[in-house]
T-cell receptor, first 121, second 106 residues
Framework: QVQLQESGPGLVKPSQTLSLTCTVTGGLISRGGSYWGWVRQHPGKGLEWIGYIYYSGETFYNPSLKSRLTISPDMSKNQFSLNLKSVTAADTAVYYCTRVETGGESWIDPWSPGTLVTVSS | DIQMTQSPSSLSASVGDRVTVTCRASQSISTYVNWYWQKPGRAPALLIYAASRLQSGVPSRFSGRGSGTDFSLTINNLQPEDFATYYC?????????FGGGTRVEI
């Protein structure tokens, strides 16, 4: 059973880079058939797709974040990471790492527990 | 981007009720719709994928239907553990987008 756990600082200063890592257990990110990515949720709000990566290195980013965003894999550690540059208070959110299953249609399962990242000086 | 308009934004119900949540896409998306639920302080979890397929382990009182632009999630015989916020999501095109959520409360 695949499980995901995010890690990283809970507080980031404005204009700095938000960096999170997702550790995957029970499955290999280097095996095809699944995408690995991130979703965030602003406090008290709905869900926003950030982006995902395929084992081949192909990435798909939300256009609204693309200029600031990098998602990259570390196959040796079975992890993938999120880097979001030049953050502002608007990037304060709970961040979830996810697996996207594909089979024609696609869906997110599972989700990590989530980590709150606050952007504040 | 495809917009997913979910309604109602909240509803009150009682244990044993039948509840329906709807989601309308801004363009036709075949059956590329998923439903998730989220309890306070918890991560969302998959309920239904591809519009009508029940995720393994999800109780059979949950069902989904629809294709094209109109989709629905129905909960029969509402149970105490079903009180949560429900989200639809389209994966027909990138970026995948979510509905605004429906809070089901007592």
């Amino acid at each position: 059973q695949v499980q995901l756990q995010e890690s990283g600082p809970g507080l980031v200063k404005p204009s700095q880079t938000l960096s999170l890592t997702c550790t995957v257990t029970g499955g290999l990110i280097s095996r095809g058939g699944s995408y690995w990515g991130w979703v965030r949720q602003h406090p008290g709000k709905g869900l926003e797709w950030i982006g995902y990566i395929y084992y081949s290195g192909e990435t798909f980013y939300n256009p609204s974040l693309k200029s600031r965003l990098t998602i990259s894999p570390d196959m040796s550690k079975n992890q993938f990471s999120l880097n979001l540059k030049s953050v502002t208070a608007a990037d304060t959110a709970v961040y979830y790492c996810t697996r996207v299953e594909t089979g024609g249609e696609s869906w997110i399962d599972p989700w990590s527990p989530g980590t709150l990242v606050t952007v504040s000086s | 981007d495809i917009q997913m308009t979910q309604s109602p934004s909240s509803l009150s119900a009682s244990v044993g009720d039948r509840v329906t949540v709807t989601c309308r896409a801004s363009q036709s998306i075949s059956t590329y719709v998923n439903w998730y639920w989220q309890k306070p302080g918890r991560a969302p979890a998959l309920l239904i994928y591809a519009a009508s397929r029940l995720q393994s382990g999800v109780p059979s009182r949950f069902s989904g239907r629809g294709s094209g632009t109109d989709f629905s999630l129905t909960i029969n015989n509402l149970q105490p553990e079903d009180f949560a916020t429900y989200y639809c999501q389209q994966t027909y095109s990138t970026p995948p987008t979510f509905g605004g959520g429906t809070r089901v409360e007592i």
